[in-house]
């Protein structure tokens, strides 16, 4: 297995459908058991709900990057070098809307985002871009 694991988030205000978020969520990390929700307020009280999830078992790992795939993977492909940082983590975000009609769709500048953090697992002598593309040609 190539991933550590997988922590996804998303902030979403009183004004914002709630259940929907979650059950986005839910269908992206495969269990909706591995959400949290944390409800706040802000400095000038408006509610503001903080949806997390950390996806660690295999199984779900790969119905994970099963779903990205069907993105436009590709052109994340492309410039994927920028998106690792010197701690092999891969940092991607979704495009909120269209994660809840369970369609992925990596995010422009002006949407609402999921935003998903990759603990890439790396060994002394092993290139980081081609383990990764081999972990995502076997799912």
């Known amino acids: 297995m190539a991933i550590h694991h997988v922590n996804c988030r998303v902030s979403a205000s009183g004004l914002?459908?709630?259940?929907a978020i979650t059950d986005a969520m839910s269908w992206l990390c495969g269990d909706a058991e591995l959400l949290?929700?944390?409800?706040?307020?802000?400095?000038h009280g408006s509610e503001i709900n903080l949806i997390t999830a950390k996806v660690g078992k295999n199984r779900d790992i790969k119905a994970f990057f099963s779903k990205l795939k069907s993105g436009n993977y590709s052109d994340i492909r492309q410039n994927i070098t920028d998106r690792i940082d010197d701690s092999n983590t891969l940092h991607l975000r979704l495009c909120l809307d269209s994660l809840i009609a369970s369609n992925i769709k990596f995010a422009d500048n002006k949407d609402k985002t999921v935003k998903c953090n990759i603990k890439i697992k790396v060994y002394p002598g092993q290139d980081i871009i081609e383990n990764l593309d081999t972990f995502i040609a076997s799912c």
Request: proline share 0%; hydrophobic share 25%; no cysteine.
């Open 16 to 19: 914002d459908n709630l259940s």
């Open 36 to 43: 949290i929700v944390d409800r706040t307020t802000s400095y």
